[in-house]
């Protein structure tokens, strides 16, 4: 059987895609995941709020070195992660990126629904939440009473450059997303100015360079300093208190703040979904890893047993085990016959060798 | 054991115990000093383990290289006095280092 898009509508819009196993998180647990349950002959969806594979190792420390991977004595965040992904590719799992699963919930007939923050629905009969810390998600500066302004004036994502036009924007960084969102908005705003609190940008030298035109061209006002206070009623921003280098304060007027200061790992939607949660850590039993609803298990950092270690070798060791019993619930008259894969003629042939 | 001295933003003083090689932000987790996340756990990754150091030891602790400037950016109330404390390691000179801990922590 193998996963597909059926065209029945969901209250997303989109099509709903059945599936055998949906991992939520594509971090190395949930990357190692999929090999596990593709031995099991069990198809595996990923879902990830990132861009790309990988997880933390990916996002934080791509360069890093670890240690405690075994057999591997130093290996960095990245060739982790790009190993895995070949280790998992004669399985074939299906990407789904830069989306948040925001709601779980059980149907009648005994699947999951799931429901991901780009609409897509998807009907799954094995749920793995590999969800580490939580999913990523923009720092908000701690800065008095923002969050009365988000979604009206304070704003940490473009969806529609035209949302923008004609507003007085402030744009604070000194990245790829700072400096990329000044140059789109640039256009179309009344009037855009930049703040950072360094001449240095972590940017490409080329988007730098374009900022450095524009400025120089006086279509954008390049301030050096940091944002310490917003003002304004109502949600609606009139200015922002800006303190320079040399410790001076002043109101720079401006409807709209972007702010980019990198990311953060929020537990996010999975704090809903009924999983009895234990200090923002999902329970689970460690025989089969599987949380208080049947067909719902949870690996890697996200989840809590008694001794449990926050190490990547424990994850992989609870995907292996939970790809056992997903098995059960996938191929419910079929006996999963314990084998290695370096003898097992069936397991190589799954894995592309023989 | 070289003593360092943490300031929390309300002026309470927690003057802790450091080993050689640590940094001072392992230093700060082991003795629970307020203030002080580490969420990436000393990858220089996060910028939430931001102190300011006190001037008269700013030429002992030393400047922050390219990669902990980066990652000040991502820090609140950055000064000049500003460090990533996972990336100051615990030395014989180190010993009495004061640091003060900001108000907040992204």
Not at chain 1, 141 to 151: K, R, S
Request: charged letters at 25%; a negative charge.
């Amino acid at each position: 059987m193998s996963p597909k898009d059926t065209p029945e509508s969901g209250n997303g819009g989109g099509p709903v895609i059945e599936a055998q196993a949906v991992i939520i998180g594509a971090g190395p647990v949930g990357l190692f995941a999929v090999f596990e349950l593709g031995l099991a002959d069990i198809e595996a969806h990923l879902i990830d709020i990132l861009d790309k594979p990988g997880g933390q190792c990916a996002e934080l420390y791509p360069e890093k070195p670890i240690y405690d991977i075994p057999g591997l004595p130093i290996v960095s965040g990245q060739e982790l992660t790009d190993r895995l992904l070949e280790q998992i590719k004669p399985f074939n799992p299906t990407f789904h990126l830069n989306e948040r699963v925001e709601a779980l919930e059980r149907c009648e007939d005994g699947r999951w629904r799931l429901a991901t923050d780009a609409g897509r629905q998807f009907l799954t009969t094995v749920v793995v939440i590999a969800a580490g810390g939580g999913s990523f998600t923009p720092k908000r500066p701690p800065l008095q009473g923002i969050e009365d302004y988000e979604g009206k004036s304070v704003f940490y994502s473009v969806r529609r450059i035209e949302d923008f036009r004609d507003r007085n924007i402030l744009i604070v960084g000194g990245g790829d997303s700072a400096l990329d969102w000044t140059l789109s908005l640039q256009p179309v705003a009344k009037s855009i100015a930049l703040l950072h609190r360094r001449d240095k940008f972590r940017a490409a030298p080329d988007t730098v360079k374009k900022m450095l035109e524009l400025t120089e061209a006086g279509k954008l006002n390049f301030i050096l300093g940091q944002a310490m206070e917003l003002h304004g009623e109502e949600g609606l921003l009139e200015a922002v208190t800006v303190r320079t280098k040399d410790g001076e304060t002043f109101r720079h007027d401006c409807d709209t703040v972007l702010p980019f200061f990198g990311l953060t790992m929020k537990l996010g939607p999975v704090a809903d979904w009924g999983l009895n949660l234990h200090e923002n850590l999902i329970p689970v039993d460690t025989e089969k890893f599987e949380t208080s609803e049947k067909g719902v298990f949870a690996v890697g950092d996200i989840n809590h047993y008694p001794g449990k270690l926050k190490l990547i070798l424990s994850g992989f060791h609870e995907a292996a085990l939970m790809a056992q019993q997903a098995h059960k619930y996938i191929y419910p008259d079929k006996e999963l016959r314990f084998e290695y894969t370096t003898s097992s003629s069936n397991l190589q042939k799954k894995l592309g060798v023989r | 054991m070289p003593k360092i001295t943490f300031i929390e933003h309300n002026g309470t003083e927690h003057v802790v115990e450091a080993e050689i090689g640590q940094t001072v932000m392992e230093v700060a987790i082991k003795n629970n000093i307020p203030g002080i996340e580490a969420e990436c756990g000393g990858a220089c990754a996060c910028a939430t383990c931001h102190v300011y150091v006190e001037k008269e030891w700013r030429e002992t602790t030393g400047e922050p290289d390219e990669m902990e400037e980066d990652m000040l950016d991502f820090a609140f109330d950055v000064r000049d006095s500003s460090r990533l404390s996972c990336q100051i390691k615990v030395s014989e000179e180190l010993d009495g280092l004061v640091v003060r801990v900001p108000e907040k922590q992204f």
